[in-house]
């Protein structure tokens, strides 16, 4: 016979069990490490994610360490080497990983002020000079980002090469910055004539960010403003950027992970505000099969490579 006393405690096994499990992966993962792209300098990364690393551990329960990477390929290179719990990818840096191997699952997508899910690409040049358009760059110095940088040096090999143009041989010089941030400086102080970036609107770009901190001076120290750059090429739209956890973690600890960014727009408002400026909305859900067409991209360019060596 099944008693009221026979079903409360199969009812405490299972309450126990669920916890045993909860407490199980937390014993495994004590600490878990955050890292993050270097889309700009070390301190404003931290300025920028610190908050959320902190928010990150109070709602898991365990320690969440931020890793701001040298470049991209450390966090495609920290997740392989499982050592990167959580990773904040380009969608290039993300399809370069799961490409070549990596166990790593997206998430979470960024998600702009007008519910779009993508951005672009852009070169910039300044205003003063005389480059109207890319045909009047031949011979000069353009500067990229990261070789793995969807907006820094992707989605313009595939822009050029639509043209014609052959970066190594067009150019006088190909220079990769390192990050968006040094992307901006170099053309600012004539390092480049010409520079890909990220864009999002008129009034949300990496540009016009690093403007609102009074980063973006010419050589002699001048400050410049938005007006002072020139947008030459626009790109088609590419999807935006993903967080993904490696796939080996157990299950329960990726689904409270995942609930923990979806959540945090409410339950740490000023912390999720700092990671935009404000700009973006709440972040959406998202698929590896969501990256499928920047896989082929990247493909593409590789291939271009390939064929240029």
Do not use: C
Not at 78 to 85: D, K, V, Y
């Amino acid at each position: 016979m099944i008693t009221r006393r026979i079903i409360l405690a199969g009812a405490a096994a299972l309450a126990f069990a669920g916890s045993a499990s909860a407490e199980d992966w937390k014993a495994k993962y004590p600490e878990i490490t955050f890292a993050v792209i270097p889309a700009e300098n070390g301190s404003g990364v931290t300025e920028r994610y610190g908050p959320l690393t902190e928010y990150l551990t109070k709602e898991l329960g365990i320690k969440v360490n931020l890793r701001v990477a040298n470049d991209y390929a450390a966090v495609i290179e920290g997740q392989r080497a499982g050592n990167i719990h959580i990773g904040y990818y380009g969608p290039a840096s993300f399809a370069r990983a799961r490409l070549t191997g990596v166990k790593t699952d997206a998430f979470v997508i960024d998600v702009n002020a007008d519910g779009s899910k993508g951005y672009y690409s852009v070169f910039y040049v300044l205003a003063k000079s005389p480059y109207q358009k890319v045909e009047d760059l031949k011979g000069k110095n353009l500067g990229l980002v990261d070789p793995n940088s969807t907006s820094g040096n992707n989605m313009p090999r595939f822009k050029l090469n639509a043209t014609g143009i052959d970066p190594e041989t067009y150019f006088s010089k190909v220079v990769f910055t390192g990050s968006h941030e040094n992307a901006v400086l170099a053309l600012a102080q004539g390092t480049v004539d010409v520079a890909a970036n990220w864009w999002n609107a008129d009034d949300d770009s990496n540009l016009t960010r690093m403007l609102a901190k009074n980063m973006v001076k010419s050589s002699d120290g001048t400050p410049l403003k938005k007006e002072d750059f020139r947008i030459i090429v626009k790109s088609d739209l590419i999807i935006n950027s993903p967080y993904a956890y490696l796939e080996s973690l157990p299950d329960d600890m990726k689904a409270k992970i995942k609930q923990a960014f979806l959540d945090m727009p409410k339950k740490d408002p000023e912390a999720f505000k700092k990671l935009s400026d404000g700009k973006n909305l709440p972040w959406q859900t998202v698929t590896n099969a969501d990256y499928d067409k920047t896989i082929e991209l990247i493909k593409f360019v590789d291939a271009l490579r390939k064929k240029g060596s």
